[in-house]
């Protein structure tokens, strides 16, 4: 299972190169944009997060004591900006009452507990709090995000009714437990779902269809359609001849 798990990896690595991943500054940087990236486009996190920096917000500390006003009009271009307003600040009260605003004290702990205690957080969910883990405390944990659940079903690896913690669970249990490994691997499907793996797939230049039961399954349904067409297509045009 390592073996196929890593295969896989190497061809998306070969094609893709590294994806330099997560494109931020500083942990909190990376916390911030982790939270922003729900339910919306990462170029739309990305105006929001040059408005910060441009106010002077990407710091625990100037963004715990920002007037809202502000804050609302810098995260405005992430969408639903109330709720991701509600969202930082629930992660700062907890930041600053816990741990005196230090991410280096939050990420001191070990892995399970700081998943816990990030989950704990109202409004952050398994792949947030997981992101914030993997990328910004640089511990190893493998995300998981749509792209990963509809590339590895269609694989045939996992059931697309699996749950978070099962795809979790299969890759963690399937790779060594390596932050840059799970770090690239993440940001590789990411990339491989935008480009092939779309909702409505593109599966004859795909790097991994022969490795995939979905573009197995596609060919051989095409390869009887064509057949079919051959066999049952010249004959209808004889008879209307």
């Not at 940087?29 to 929001?48: D, K």
Request: charged share 25%; hydrophobic share 40%.
């Amino acid at each position: 299972m390592q073996k196929n798990l890593l295969a896989l990896f190497r061809i998306l690595k070969k094609s893709y190169g590294s994806q330099h991943w997560w494109p931020a500054n500083t942990p909190f940087e990376v916390a911030v944009g982790a939270i922003l990236t729900q339910n919306t486009s990462w170029a739309n996190v990305e105006r929001a997060i040059d408005l910060l920096k441009k106010a002077k917000l990407l710091s625990p500390k100037k963004m715990f004591r920002a007037p809202p006003r502000i804050l609302l009009r810098c995260l405005r271009p992430a969408g639903f900006f109330n709720i991701k307003a509600k969202r930082l600040k629930n992660f700062l009260d907890f930041l600053f009452v816990e741990y005196g605003g230090s991410l280096k004290r939050l990420f001191a702990q070990p892995t399970a507990n700081l998943r816990q205690k990030l989950l704990n957080v109202n409004g952050i969910g398994p792949e947030t709090a997981d992101s914030i883990i993997l990328y910004a405390a640089e511990k190893p944990i493998f995300v998981v995000d749509a792209y990963t659940k509809r590339i590895f079903s269609r694989i045939g690896s996992i059931r697309e009714t699996d749950s978070y913690d099962q795809v979790q669970g299969y890759f963690m249990r399937s790779l060594p437990g390596k932050t840059a490994l799970f770090n690239e691997f993440h940001a590789l499907i990411v990339e491989h779902a935008k480009r092939f793996c779309r909702v409505k797939p593109i599966c004859d230049p795909c790097p991994l269809r022969l490795h995939c039961r979905f573009a197995k399954h596609l060919s051989t349904k095409e390869q009887v359609i064509s057949t079919t067409r051959l066999l049952f297509g010249g004959e209808e045009k004889s008879r209307l001849a």
